[in-house]
């Protein structure tokens, strides 16, 4: 592909590279992929957490979360996901679930951590009391 002067991605994204710069290729290809899978893992993601806010409501009408679940930030290839304590056990591993759904032939694994007030703080989902 490089012959004609771009290099498909996985999801048959085009990344130009100029013909002097050819060793930049395989790593177009390869970062690519990797946000292309990020950016439909987020899509996902986002569909899910309005489930899971729907089924908070349905569950709970007269007592909504004061925090629904909802994406709060993305930096690199982690994402901050806030949610109310109450659905802190089940949320993290949902969204796992989600981003781990691919149609690679490989397994590309989410590691879950979660925090109570910052990211400092970060701890193993067993660890949590709540």
């Known amino acids: ?16 590279v ?3 710069r050819a060793y930049k290729a ?3 290809v390869i970062q690519g992929t ?10 996902r993601l986002e ?9 908070m409501d349905a569950v709970d009408p007269l007592n909504p979360p004061l925090v629904p679940p909802g994406m709060v930030l993305n930096v690199h ?3 901050a996901v806030e949610c109310d304590d109450r659905m802190a056990p089940n949320v993290p591993n949902r969204c796992a679930k989600i981003m781990e759904c691919h149609d690679f032939s490989l397994p590309l694994t ?3 951590s979660w925090a109570p007030d910052s990211w400092a703080d970060k701890r193993s989902p067993e660890e949590f009391d709540g």
């Open 26 to 28: 395989v790593n177009a």
């Open 1 to 16: 592909m490089l012959a004609h002067g771009y290099v498909e991605d996985k999801y048959g994204r085009r990344y130009h």
């Open 34 to 43: 990797a946000a292309t899978v990020l950016k439909r893992a987020l899509v």
């Open 110 to 112: 989410v590691d879950i």
């Open 77 to 79: 290839d982690e994402v």
């Open 18 to 20: 100029p013909r002097e």
């Open 47 to 55: 569909f899910e957490l309005g489930m899971i806010r729907e089924e």
